[in-house]
């Protein structure tokens, strides 16, 4: 039996263009087309040069990015593309979440922007001083946000 050929045409122009969706936040100024590489000062810790560049495939934790992320720009959250291989975070994935229930990556591969979320909800101040704030004393106590 020969399968309707206007059915088939439907269900392609349906599909997502993306296989998977990746989020980066921070509060880097970025345009379209923009790639986030790594080598540059990172958005958390000490601020040194980043060896990896992190993405996710949820919002959720995206939002926490661009909420934690140092410095005084707008909080901004990008769609992107890695262009190589990511893996797991490991300094969420090993140490917070295992199991990797936040969607968290790396990579040494530069992401491309692709777009830009501009609508999404903040947690609630008290949510974001109080992760600040443990963040703030794992500092203290010499714990680095990121390691490489």
Do not use: C
């Not at 059915?7 to 990746?22: D, I, V």
């Not at 989020?23 to 923009?34: M, N, P, Q, S, V």
């Not at 590489?37 to 996710?56: D, E, F, P, R």
């Amino acid at each position: 039996m020969e399968k309707d050929k206007t059915e088939n045409k439907s269900a392609e122009l349906s599909q997502s263009p993306f296989a998977q969706t990746y989020f980066h936040g921070t509060k880097a100024d970025l345009k379209i087309k923009d790639f986030i590489t790594i080598g540059v000062s990172s958005n958390y810790g000490q601020g040194k040069n980043a060896k990896y560049i992190y993405l996710t495939a949820t919002l959720d934790a995206a939002i926490w990015g661009a909420e934690l992320a140092m410095g005084e720009g707008r909080e901004r959250i990008y769609l992107v593309e890695p262009t190589g291989p990511i893996e797991d975070d490991p300094n969420l994935t090993d140490k917070k979440f295992p199991g990797n229930p936040t969607k968290s990556y790396r990579s040494k591969h530069p992401f491309k922007v692709v777009g830009e979320i501009t609508v999404w909800q903040s947690h609630a101040p008290e949510q974001v001083k109080a992760m600040k704030d443990g963040i703030e004393r794992a500092r203290q106590m010499g714990i680095e946000a990121i390691e490489d």
